[in-house]
């Protein structure tokens, strides 16, 4: 089993309860996409998802650009493991990786408030401009849950070197997708991913990276790589790659075991 920073179970139409990948992980985070949805929308899943929750399954939400002040406390109340602020494009709290928009006054009140409640900010679809100002006022966490690495494949949504430098600095985690216009921009394999997550270990610190494949959130995936049963090949990949036993552990399970074990002890909002 893999420990997964990023699916997109609960973003599926219709969050069927057998989407979310109960027994078949070592842990995930199950994200709510914004998309369409309203914000009652978005409550009703994160609620639902709360009230429901299996042990080893964590909230993750993607794209809040339905913050306000007002909503702040329930919002944080929900207790995510992160929060993104947006999707590729521009809203109302920052820039997304296909706009040039800077964090709003309105995103910095998103950051802190995130931020004081124990709330890690994913950074994952951010412009650089608004990764800058995201560091400059998240005194508590930044991490990117399902991004993968520039210098292997240059795409918008995957992170530079100094970005990715930056939230190890921090102490945060790269979660590695399986998304294949990030992983090679044509017909994508396995062993794609497998490069990414090798470059991240050996630049950044293998306590740095894990996975954050963004199943359920794209059908742009390698066609041996669709599914948690799949992603168990990965560790002989790694192996073969030099890596030994304990640390693929630590990049498939262990680094974000530890983190999400982390989150258990955060302050109350």
Known sequence: MICDFHNDALTKE?????AVPQGRTAGAVCA????????????????RFNAERAEGL?????????????????????????ASLTWNGENGLAGGCLSEARLTPLGKEAV????????CVDVS????????????????????????????????????DWQAREIAARGGLIGVAFVGAFL???RARAFDAVRHIAYGAEKFGVAHICIGSDFCGTDDLP???RGYAQAEALRGMLAREGFSAEETERILVGN?????RSRGKRKEP
Not at 33 to 43: C, E, H, I, K, T
Not at 133 to 158: E, I, M, Q, T, W
Not at 256 to 260: E, V
């Open 14 to 18: 219709g969050a069927a309860e057998d």
């Open 32 to 47: 709510v996409f914004r998309g369409g949805r309203s914000f009652s929308g978005v409550a009703a899943i994160a609620e």
């Open 58 to 82: 964590w909230l993750g939400l993607e794209d809040i650009g339905y913050f306000t002040r007002e909503r702040s406390a329930r919002i944080c109340g929900w207790r995510p493991v992160y």
């Open 112 to 119: 802190r408030a995130l931020s004081e409640s124990g709330i």
């Open 125 to 160: 679809h951010l412009n650089a401009s608004s990764f800058c100002d995201v560091l400059d006022c998240a005194p508590y966490g930044v991490v990117a849950s399902h991004s993968c690495f520039a210098a292997v494949r240059k795409h918008p949504r995957n992170l530079c």
């Open 184 to 186: 090679t921009g044509g």
């Open 223 to 225: 066609a041996d790589l």
């Open 256 to 260: 974000l075991a530890k983190f999400l």
